[in-house]
């Protein structure tokens, strides 16, 4: 295995779309509401996320080493610090440099629009680390899905208005959080579902440990339509119909996600649908852009 491929594993590509496709939204977002993008602020609000997002990844794999939730039991993706490949101490200050170029990176959006940037980074750039560490890891407590969707959905889109724009974008910043956040979700609700009888065992306290399987599984189909309901909201300007409509064909990979997760019990099949939960997303964010400009 070469050098870089382990550090590749570590920062997990597939889940960098939840950091990205909030601030491409929001963007498009403030365009049609405010008439507003600046190339530069995009650049370093996506740079920031993406860069954030990889140190929570970082944090995340050596922390789940270091607290013995990643045994050999393990169905998901190969871990480099559990497997050996990297230790735990480079992948903790791997994930302090990055949240350091994270910092320098957003220092356009600060200078540009001042505290209100601090208000959203100072938290987000803690729950980095206090996803899976600290005095209340929000993984282990059964929270994990609500960070998702308060901070790559709720927060990142209202965040990328407001760098955009200066405005927050109101009631339509909300929508289009909760959709993004939703689908975002669904990685994590798949990962957890996946590895609800190994985090059982280790004191991860997972919504798929506390409530079961079956739960598991309803809670994905429900992250994976509730965005598109919800989407009925665009109706009511005629120039953001297409916000509705158009995403409607994302429900393709959502109903593949809904379909193998329903008749499969949680295993190594589900890693594959981790790209598809991803594809969903993307695809989601590519045809609302389509739909309202």
Not at 107 to 113: G, K, L, S, T
Not at 221 to 250: S, T
Request: hydrophobic content about 55%.
């Amino acid at each position: 295995m070469s050098r870089v491929l382990p550090w590749i594993l570590a920062g997990r590509p597939k889940t960098l779309p939840a950091a990205v496709v909030p601030v491409w939204v929001g963007c498009v977002l403030a365009y049609v509401l405010y008439g507003e993008f600046c190339l530069w602020l995009a650049l370093a609000t996506a740079g920031s996320a993406g860069l954030i997002q990889i140190a929570t990844n970082f944090f995340n794999d050596a922390i789940d080493f270091g607290k013995g939730s990643d045994t050999e039991k393990r169905l998901g993706p190969r871990r480099v610090t559990a497997s050996g490949d990297l230790s735990a101490s480079s992948v903790m200050r791997a994930g302090v440099v990055t949240l350091l170029l994270a910092c320098a990176v957003a220092v356009p959006m600060i200078v540009e629009r001042g505290w209100p940037v601090l208000l959203i980074g100072i938290p987000s750039l803690y729950f980095s680390f206090g996803y899976t560490g600290g005095p209340l890891p929000l993984a282990y407590r059964g929270l994990g899905e609500l960070f998702v969707v308060l901070f790559f959905g709720l927060i990142a889109v209202a965040g990328t208005v407001f760098v955009q724009s200066g405005e927050w974008g109101g009631v339509d910043s909300v929508v289009l959080g909760l959709q993004v956040g939703a689908l975002s979700t669904v990685l994590i609700a798949v990962n957890n579902l996946r590895d609800r009888e190994e985090d059982a065992g280790t004191g991860k306290r997972t919504l798929a440990v506390r409530f079961g399987e079956v739960f598991g599984k309803v809670e994905i189909i429900a992250l994976c339509l509730f965005p598109y309901a919800l989407g009925v909201y665009w109706l009511r300007q005629v120039e953001m119909g297409g916000g509705f409509w158009w995403p409607l064909v994302a429900l393709v990979p959502g109903a593949i996600v809904s379909g193998v997760v329903t008749a499969n019990p949680p295993g190594p099949v589900y890693n594959k649908m981790l790209g598809v939960a991803a594809l969903q997303l993307v695809l989601f964010a590519g045809l609302f852009h389509f739909g309202v400009l």
